[in-house]
């Protein structure tokens, strides 16, 4: 019986494995796609994990969360990541840290599928909240797309 249980978490921790591996490529392949359609320098940073979301920025060029304007996002995005990972275990502040940074990237990921697909940006927006993988799937559809706004 013990056999059954270890075998059933082994497989289910590769399924895992190979799924974070197949939205990795997705996620890379679709922002350097759309980095050397902006002609943004340095496209290859896509392929760096962190450096993904100083591409998003790059991209997306400027946030708006209601009336206030985020400043350099492409700075803002992944200093968030390294602040939720650094201060994420603080009582009070990491709860802070968190639910900021998951607002300031809900809040680019619409931005940019605002610009790419604004008619279904609400939509990617819902699944790729609801199924976190998506995300990943919906930048690699939209590599190709000229951005709307």
């Known amino acids: 019986m013990e056999y059954a249980f270890y075998a059933f978490w082994g ?7 190979l799924l974070g591996i197949v939205t990795y490529v997705l996620a890379a392949v679709g ?3 759309m980095a050397k359609n902006k002609r943004l320098e340095n496209a290859w940073l896509a392929w760096i994990p962190l450096i993904q979301l100083y591409i998003i920025g790059k ?8 009336t206030y304007d985020v400043p350099r996002v ?4 992944p200093g968030l990541a390294i602040a939720v ?3 994420g275990a603080v009582p009070l502040v990491g709860t802070l840290v968190v639910v900021t940074a998951l607002i300031v990237s809900i ?4 931005r940019l599928y605002t610009i790419y697909r604004p008619d279904q940006a609400v939509f990617f927006l819902v699944i790729s909240i609801l199924i976190p993988f998506m ?4 930048i690699f559809i939209m590599r190709h797309d000229m951005p709307l706004a």
């Not at 497989?11 to 494995?17: H, P």
């Not at 809040?107 to 619409?110: E, I, P, Q, T, V």
């Not at 995300?135 to 919906?138: D, I």
């Open 135 to 138: 995300g990943p799937v919906f």
């Open 74 to 77: 492409e700075l803002v995005l």
């Open 59 to 66: 991209i997306i060029g400027h946030l708006e969360i209601g």
């Open 31 to 33: 922002l350097y796609t």
């Open 85 to 87: 990972v650094v201060l």
């Open 11 to 17: 497989a289910l921790a590769i399924i895992f494995l």
């Open 107 to 110: 809040m680019a990921l619409y």
